[in-house]
């Protein structure tokens, strides 16, 4: 059973900084494509940036530029680095293979940007 556990979330001013980690229980999980996805209330989930196996790193437009994935196959772990965090940025945040597996989103993190 692969299992994701997010961690890292909190309470920040806007302009701030999170670093999200993400540890993965799958054996396999460095030959997957793996992305950050958040989820908003009212709003659908969405992926806001993916990393392949060899590192190479997609963003949504709205992310681009302000967050920063990587991963270390080593640990099974993936990190989403995010800066100049803005209000719109809060949301539920998970990780999940990229396309996800619908069968495997974990209890995700809380991301909140307020002043």
């Known amino acids: 059973q692969v299992q994701f556990v997010e961690s890292g979330g909190g309470l920040v001013q806007p302009g701030g900084s999170l670093r999200l980690s993400c540890a993965a229980s799958?054996?396999?999980?460095?030959?997957?494509?793996m992305g950050w996805y958040r989820q908003a209330p009212g709003k659908q989930r969405e992926l806001v940036a993916a990393?392949?196996?060899?590192?190479?790193?997609n963003y949504a437009a709205s992310v681009k530029g302000r967050f920063t994935i990587s991963r270390d196959n080593a640990k099974n772990t993936v990190y989403l680095q995010m800066n100049i965090l803005k209000p719109e940025d809060t949301a539920r945040y998970y990780c999940n293979r990229a396309p996800a597996y619908e069968q495997y989103w974990g209890p995700g993190t809380q991301v909140t940007v307020s002043s």
């Open positions: 990393i392949v196996s060899g590192g190479d790193t």
């Open positions: 799958d054996s396999t999980f460095s030959i997957f494509t």
